[in-house]
């Protein structure tokens, strides 16, 4: 078989690096980039080069921001009696979508013992400093990790740490998914559809 | 809601350009590549910005290659009296991985009226010149064109330009795909495979 020119194969080894991209598709990433002009390539070189300038972290809610304190965690219109934990910045994206209008916490990450990651390794310990210092009568934090075991279990060690924190805890509902059928839903889910049922 | 820091929004807008990436997975990507230590993104802008560099089309088969005329077209060890017409360059990996040791021809695309291409810009011209200039007795001129609509109308057309050429044409087998499922498979290929049957 004969070799792919070095950076045709280059690129295709870098974009097959990339989360959710296996060779195949790697090849046809660069090979349509082949076939575009060369400011295409020009672009999306630029534009990977420049991702993290002028980025920061921001110092209250750890998410990825242009200034510091971040747009979110700077605007007054926003409720600031409710702090939606996440795991990482881009589930902030999705609570933005489904249109969540409090503030947010990045703790950056998961209880993973598999991984190496310890309780230490999240921002947990910049929550509660955040808790102390807010001015807020009544604060709700809403638990927003990933419906997962390690989820659950970094929920539930974060709800433990807040044991001497006057807050109100709350965690994001468990139930089917709109749209979802019932007869495909796992036990697990359809278990805590039922648990968590509503008045009708 | 709120807005996404301007160098993540234009690089999701860029990776959201690629085929088979929604901005779902282009947010996904870039959010991997933020958790990466810079080097990361450099090594990937840098890999973009040089892809093209060096790199030539072979004025024999119209791939891509970093010489010319390239690997493949110079390698005394191919056979010289088979060339495979293909669609593309990505299609050359694919025949290339499946074994093939003889020439292609990249026509550079598909006869397709809806996207307003047609014969006069596919290299077909070359293909016939290369035939007249080779010095076998009887080549083979392998259609792998894909087996859509537009595939199989190219190839007729190919065939019918190639009519005064002394060259023998075959066509690549539209059949069952190995690790298939009869079941699963459409009426088209199976009348498809009907037809084509081998003694066992």
């Not at 045709?8 to 082949?34: H, M, N, T």
């Not at 991702?51 to 990825?64: H, R």
Request: glycine share 8%; charged share 30%; with cysteine.
């Amino acid at each position: 078989m004969s070799k792919l020119p070095k950076t045709i194969q280059d690129l295709i080894d870098e974009f097959a690096k990339l989360p959710g991209i296996g060779p195949k598709s790697a090849a046809r990433l660069v090979f349509y980039l082949l076939a575009k002009p060369n400011r295409t390539t020009e672009e999306l070189s630029q534009t990977v080069s420049d991702l993290k300038k002028n980025l920061k972290t921001c110092k209250v809610c750890f998410n990825y921001s242009e200034s510091d304190p971040c747009d979110i965690c700077s605007d007054e219109r926003r409720r600031r009696d409710k702090i939606c934990v996440v795991e990482e910045p881009l589930d902030v994206i999705a609570l933005e979508k489904a249109g969540f209008d409090g503030l947010y916490h990045v703790i950056g990450g998961i209880i993973s013992p598999i991984n190496g990651i310890g309780p230490e390794h999240l921002r947990i310990g910049q929550l509660i400093d955040r808790i102390k210092e807010a001015d807020s009568a009544q604060i709700e934090i809403i638990l927003a990790m990933n419906p997962s075991i390690e989820g659950e279990a970094t929920a539930a060690y974060i709800c433990q740490r807040l044991e001497n924190c006057d807050v109100k805890i709350t965690q994001l509902a468990r139930g089917l998914p709109v749209g979802g059928d019932l007869e495909y839903a796992d036990e697990i889910t359809l278990s805590k559809s039922l648990e968590g049922r509503k008045g009708f």
